[in-house]
T-cell receptor, first 116, second 112 residues
Framework: DADVTQTPRNRITKTGKRIMLECSQT?????MYWYRQDPGLGLRLIYY???????NKGEISDGYSVSRQAQAKFSLSLESAIPNQTALYFC???????????????FGEGSRLTVL | QKEVEQDPGPLSVPEGAIVSLNCTYS??????FMWYRQYSRKGPELLMY????GNKEDGRFTAQVDKSSKYISLFIRDSQPSDSATYLC????????????FGAGTRLFVKA
């Protein structure tokens, strides 16, 4: 099983619908992230969480919200989806304990969202 | 201006060629420099990591950082078709909680 699991892997929805993307991890990492990937724009940070009670906005948080339900779970919501939110979404984790000094990000396999 | 600039390509080379991938950046606070590799329909995976300036070699891969020029490079020697992927440069600093900023990614095709 993958260490970082995203569901659903693919979703097609209509403008105005509420969508939730879920992420769970078995790596035991404290930090979790949601990124969005668009062709030519790379990965852009939407939200991140360093602990269960910590939520921070990234560079493109407008139109999105998140919930950190537990250390292992971090969900991304689009309250009213619009076509320009069509993209590939990645959840990632990192461990910034004293023994892990690279800040390496571990990614899920992505959730492809299409908003019609 | 983006904090990190990377030519998206695509870059097509014959098998066995030396590949050079590059990024420039504007934030002089960046201290950690990384290259991630992303295969089609997969999430990115860390390929190389360098702290501050200098070179780092791992097998056929060499990462270089020139902080004075704000320029980083990844060299792939004896490229193989299995190296065909998107390569994303990434950077972070110990201010702002080590948030990682990515380049756009360069698509590389290695032809057999």
């Amino acid at each position: 099983d993958a260490d970082v699991t995203q569901t659903p892997r693919n979703r097609i929805t209509k403008t105005g619908k509420r969508i939730m993307l879920e992420c769970s991890q078995t790596k035991g990492h404290d930090r979790m992230y949601w990124y969005r990937q668009d062709p030519g724009l790379g990965l852009r940070l939407i939200y991140y969480s360093f602990d269960v009670k910590d939520i921070n906005k990234g560079e493109i948080s407008d139109g999105y919200s998140v919930s950190r339900q537990a250390q292992a779970k971090f969900s991304l919501s689009l309250e009213s989806a619009i076509p320009n939110q069509t993209a590939l979404y990645f959840c990632a984790t990192s461990d910034f304990s004293a023994s892990a000094n690279t800040g390496e990000l571990f990614f899920g396999e992505g959730s492809r969202l299409t908003v019609l | 201006q983006k904090e990190v600039e990377q030519d998206p390509g695509p870059l097509s080379v014959p098998e066995g060629a030396i590949v050079s991938l590059n990024c420039t950046y504007s934030n002089s606070a960046f201290q950690y420099f990384m290259w991630y590799r992303q295969y089609s329909r997969k999430g990115p995976e860390l390929l190389m990591y360098t702290y501050s300036s200098g070179n780092k070699e791992d097998g056929r891969f060499t990462a270089q950082v020139d902080k004075s020029s704000k320029y980083i490079s990844l060299f792939i020697r004896d490229s193989q078709p299995s190296d065909s992927a998107t390569y994303l440069c990434a950077m972070s600093s110990n201010t702002g909680g080590f948030k990682t900023i990515f380049g756009a990614g360069t698509r590389l095709f290695v032809k057999a």
